[in-house]
């Protein structure tokens, strides 16, 4: 049996399709969503999941875990994680450069990775849908945010693994959402077609996906997004103000203690929701102050003042999707909502600003969402039956180029940005030197045209390659499958022995993404010009290495050996004026110079 399951930043969700129709699954509490909470609690055998964690968690906070998604498949150093680390209330120590949580237990210190913790999650979850089916569940369909990477996806597998699970498909979560959103409209379902943009802002990550919906079949045309910005962003802006009143008014500093700290996180978590309905919230103190009385009264107009440039990001990422789409909001037919954050009233009202006139929906319960499409493509990838449903289709794109570094250091893209995945492209290029054994195969992810200037992904050596002249060919194959994993393979033309590794493909924030495209534009001319003065310096160096024994006047040849390391940052004029030079000290075999150098129509390793 399989199920798909939302595993969210703070609270999760599990679907199963049953008798051909789509079911989400109540927890223990009779409750539809699960808190992604783990607690170890003294005199407990084994560790509370979900609501009971929860609900002892402000006496508890040192030793509960919550927004562990916001640690897992990323380095300790990370700034997004040294950030988090300053909010949260229980310990996250460095072991190998991955951040590891630390609680007590029994007396004992228990240190445990964001995998472990996040599938003791996914483990209660698997139990609820096998107590709602009666029969033991054995594969899922895990959701991430569209921009994890390759190591936040091999980790989300590993902590299904984990949990007993085999994991069919990792899907982005924005995908899911247009998957449930197809099969709940009708007329998509016999043949129309919309064009949306899925505003997905959960508890802790925000994507942002413009795609086509014809049924279940998901294009995705472009991806923006912000793997840390979610409703859990907002409640901490709102927990650092109160808490500044309460320094400013009453003298009292709670950062110190961690259980008070999570009671007031608990407490503006608590307004925040209250203000989805209510105007103005109270925020009650009194927990914290038991000598006291005292209430913080927060409107709603304060809460989105706080919450200002959190909202404006948001938007930031809805524009700079907009904008790779090459649409204008008047193209966009339906926005869709998803995520629990999306309740928050300003969020349609900023969005229907930006898109007048356009049906702002949630057709599908926002919680439920992603776990609803899930369960589609889990049954789908099982061959169970679902009503309406023929065959699921979700096609995703990639949110960067990547390409490779070639001539000296310029960028050739292999995969364009917003090309459609699975992907898969082959190049032919040559060696550049005489007898070269070995090309490295250095992969990159962004816009501009001077490679080091773009994000560098790793590389991959072929090594022992056949004596031969320069012009050696090689094939190079970049793929990208469906969960975000690149190969990079070669193999020498006319041979069909293969050679590769896996890469993981960084990280990129929507606003990463704007950044690049932003100075992809400002600085087009500039590297235009850089590339210019690479292709001449690497022109140059294909000449004295390849050439050197064709030199009439050998002394000559040397001295611009010599030049030519010492020189590796002259300008374009300057390389080119050593190639005269080059060519005079090849005599009468110069005159052949340009028939040799056919850099122009060739990429060279």
Same mark, same amino acid.
């Given at each position: =049996?399989?199920?798909?399951?939302?595993? /969210?930043?703070?609270?999760?969700?599990?679907?199963? %399709?049953?008798?051909?129709? %789509?079911?989400?699954?109540?927890?223990?509490?009779?409750?539809?969503?699960?808190?992604?909470?783990?607690?170890?609690?003294?005199?407990?055998?084994?560790?509370?999941? &979900?609501?009971?964690?929860?609900?002892?968690?402000?006496?508890?906070?040192?030793?509960?875990?919550?927004?562990?998604?916001?640690?897992?498949?990323?380095?300790?150093?990370?700034?997004?994680?040294?950030?988090?680390?300053?909010?949260?209330?229980?310990?996250?120590?460095?072991?190998?450069?991955?951040?590891?949580?630390?609680?007590?237990?029994?007396?004992?210190?228990?240190?445990?990775?964001?995998?472990?913790?996040?599938?003791?999650?996914?483990?209660?979850?698997?139990?609820?849908?096998?107590?709602?089916?009666?029969?033991?569940?054995?594969?899922? %369909?895990?959701?991430?945010?569209?921009?994890?990477?390759?190591?936040?996806?091999?980790?989300?597998?590993?902590?299904?693994?984990?949990?007993?699970?085999?994991?069919?498909?990792?899907?982005?979560?924005?995908?899911?959402?247009?998957?449930?959103?197809?099969?709940?409209?009708?007329?998509?379902?016999? &043949?129309?077609?919309?064009?949306?943009?899925?505003?997905?802002?959960?508890?802790?990550?925000?994507?942002?996906?413009?795609?086509?919906?014809? /049924?279940?079949?998901?294009? %995705?045309?472009?991806?923006?997004?912000?793997?840390?910005?979610?409703?859990? @962003?907002?409640?901490?802006?709102?927990?650092?103000?109160?808490?500044?009143?309460?320094?400013?008014?009453?003298?009292?500093?709670?950062?110190?203690?961690?259980?008070?700290?999570?009671?007031?996180?608990?407490?503006?978590?608590?307004?925040?929701?209250?203000?989805?309905?209510?105007?103005?919230?109270?925020?009650?103190?009194?927990?914290?102050?038991?000598?006291?009385?005292?209430?913080?009264?927060?409107?709603?107009?304060?809460?989105?003042?706080?919450?200002?440039?959190?909202?404006?990001?948001?938007?930031?990422?809805?524009?700079?999707?907009?904008?790779?789409?090459?649409?204008?909001?008047?193209?966009? @037919?339906?926005?869709?909502?998803?995520?629990?954050?999306?309740?928050?009233?300003?969020?349609?009202?900023?969005?229907?600003?930006?898109?007048?006139?356009?049906?702002?929906?949630?057709?599908?319960?926002?919680?439920?969402?992603?776990?609803?499409?899930?369960?589609? =493509?889990?049954?789908?990838?099982?061959?169970?039956?679902?009503?309406?449903?023929?065959?699921?289709?979700?096609?995703?794109?990639?949110?960067?180029?990547?390409?490779?570094?070639?001539?000296?250091?310029?960028?050739?893209?292999?995969?364009?940005?917003?090309?459609?995945?699975?992907?898969?492209?082959?190049?032919? =290029?040559?060696?550049?030197?005489?007898?070269?054994?070995?090309?490295?195969? =250095?992969?990159?992810?962004?816009?501009?045209?001077?490679?080091?200037?773009?994000?560098?992904?790793?590389?991959?050596?072929?090594?022992?390659?056949?004596?031969?002249?320069?012009?050696?060919?090689?094939?190079?194959?970049?793929?990208?499958?469906?969960?975000?994993?690149?190969?990079?393979?070669?193999?020498?033309?006319?041979?069909?022995?293969?050679?590769?590794?896996?890469?993981?493909?960084?990280?990129?924030?929507?606003?990463?993404?704007?950044?690049?495209?932003?100075?992809?534009?400002?600085?087009?001319?500039?590297?235009?010009?850089?590339?210019?003065?690479?292709?001449?310096?690497?022109?140059?160096?294909?000449?004295?290495?390849?050439?050197?024994?064709?030199?009439?006047?050998?002394?000559?040849?040397?001295?611009?050996?010599?030049?030519?390391?010492?020189?590796?940052?002259?300008?374009?004029?300057?390389?080119?004026?050593?190639?005269?030079?080059?060519?005079?000290?090849?005599?009468?075999?110069?005159?052949?110079?340009?028939?040799?150098?056919?850099?122009?129509?060739?990429?060279?390793?």
């Amino acid at each position: =049996m399989s199920i798909g399951i939302d595993l /969210g930043t703070t609270y999760s969700c599990v679907a199963v %399709v049953v008798n051909g129709k %789509v079911e989400i699954i109540a927890n223990d509490f009779g409750k539809r969503i699960t808190p992604s909470c783990v607690a170890f609690v003294d005199g407990e055998n084994e560790p509370l999941v &979900g609501d009971a964690a929860l609900s002892q968690a402000t006496r508890n906070a040192t030793n509960t875990i919550q927004e562990v998604k916001r640690l897992i498949g990323r380095s300790y150093q990370d700034p997004c994680v040294q950030s988090d680390i300053a909010n949260l209330t229980y310990s996250v120590v460095n072991v190998d450069d991955q951040p590891q949580v630390q609680v007590l237990h029994g007396g004992k210190e228990l240190t445990l990775t964001p995998e472990k913790v996040s599938s003791m999650v996914l483990l209660k979850v698997k139990k609820f849908a096998e107590a709602f089916l009666g029969k033991p569940v054995q594969k899922a %369909v895990i959701t991430v945010p569209a921009y994890f990477s390759a190591r936040q996806r091999d980790a989300t597998r590993e902590a299904g693994k984990l949990a007993g699970l085999e994991v069919l498909r990792l899907l982005p979560e924005p995908s899911a959402a247009a998957l449930a959103y197809g099969h709940e409209r009708t007329d998509l379902l016999q &043949g129309a077609t919309t064009t949306v943009l899925i505003y997905d802002l959960g508890g802790g990550t925000f994507d942002v996906t413009l795609a086509v919906i014809q /049924g279940t079949e998901v294009t %995705v045309r472009v991806i923006e997004g912000d793997n840390h910005l979610g409703g859990h @962003d907002f409640d901490v802006c709102v927990m650092k103000w109160v808490a500044e009143e309460m320094r400013s008014s009453l003298g009292v500093d709670v950062a110190d203690e961690p259980s008070k700290v999570r009671r007031l996180l608990s407490l503006c978590e608590r307004a925040k929701r209250d203000l989805t309905a209510l105007t103005k919230a109270e925020i009650d103190l009194e927990s914290l102050l038991p000598d006291r009385e005292q209430v913080v009264k927060l409107s709603r107009a304060k809460f989105e003042n706080l919450c200002q440039d959190l909202l404006q990001k948001t938007l930031t990422c809805v524009k700079a999707a907009l904008a790779s789409a090459e649409m204008t909001p008047a193209e966009v @037919d339906e926005v869709i909502l998803v995520g629990g954050s999306t309740r928050m009233p300003a969020v349609p009202r900023l969005l229907a600003d930006l898109f007048p006139g356009k049906m702002i929906r949630r057709t599908v319960n926002p919680d439920e969402a992603v776990a609803h499409g899930a369960a589609l =493509m889990a049954a789908q990838l099982t061959g169970a039956r679902v009503a309406d449903l023929t065959a699921v289709v979700v096609q995703d794109v990639t949110p960067l180029s990547i390409g490779i570094d070639v001539n000296g250091g310029t960028f050739y893209t292999v995969l364009a940005k917003n090309t459609a995945i699975p992907a898969q492209k082959s190049t032919r =290029m040559t060696t550049a030197f005489k007898n070269q054994r070995a090309v490295s195969i =250095m992969v990159y992810q962004g816009e501009r045209q001077v490679a080091n200037r773009n994000m560098f992904i790793g590389k991959y050596t072929l090594q022992n390659l056949p004596p031969a002249p320069e012009g050696l060919g090689v094939i190079m194959s970049l793929s990208l499958d469906q969960d975000g994993v690149l190969q990079v393979k070669a193999r020498v033309e006319g041979s069909a022995l293969w050679e590769g590794c896996f890469l993981e493909l960084r990280e990129c924030t929507a606003s990463e993404v704007e950044v690049h495209a932003e100075l992809a534009a400002r600085c087009q001319h500039d590297d235009e010009a850089e590339a210019r003065r690479l292709k001449a310096r690497f022109r140059l160096q294909k000449v004295l290495v390849n050439r050197k024994e064709e030199a009439v006047d050998a002394a000559a040849f040397q001295i611009l050996e010599d030049w030519f390391e010492r020189n590796q940052n002259a300008s374009l004029a300057d390389f080119e004026a050593k190639r005269d030079e080059a060519k005079s000290a090849l005599g009468k075999r110069g005159y052949h110079f340009e028939e040799y150098d056919t850099y122009k129509t060739k990429r060279f390793f």
